[in-house]
């Protein structure tokens, strides 16, 4: 890798708000606020609305739409009579 070029990669912790859900993980991301985490390190914290603990897709709470459904309604009505 070139030397200079390249953004800090440092350990950050990620805090979800809506489950209440904190990791870390790296990121290049900064900022001025800092927590300290379980091995007893303070690390930099993100506030973040949604994360994979609260995202409906990856909760199993996502809405399954009937495509098929769908186009046999849009048949119905407008299809050829």
Same mark, same amino acid.
């Given at each position: 890798?070139?030397? +200079? &070029?390249?953004?800090? *990669?440092?350990?950050?912790?990620? /805090?979800? &708000?809506? $489950? #209440? &859900? $904190?990791?870390?993980? /790296?990121?290049?991301?900064?900022?001025?606020?800092? %927590?300290?985490?379980?091995? #007893? =390190?303070? *690390?930099? !914290? %993100?506030?973040?609305? %949604?994360?994979?603990?609260?995202?409906?897709?990856?909760? #199993?709470?996502?809405? !399954?739409?009937? $495509? $098929? +459904? /769908?186009?046999?309604?849009? =048949?119905? /009505?407008? +299809?050829?009579?």
């Amino acid at each position: 890798m070139k030397q +200079g &070029i390249h953004p800090d *990669y440092h350990p950050v912790v990620f /805090r979800d &708000i809506s $489950a #209440g &859900i $904190a990791f870390l993980t /790296r990121s290049t991301v900064t900022s001025s606020t800092e %927590i300290e985490w379980e091995d #007893g =390190n303070t *690390y930099p !914290i %993100i506030d973040v609305d %949604i994360s994979s603990a609260s995202h409906p897709f990856y909760t #199993g709470k996502a809405k !399954i739409v009937d $495509a $098929a +459904g /769908r186009v046999e309604k849009f =048949n119905q /009505r407008y +299809g050829k009579k």
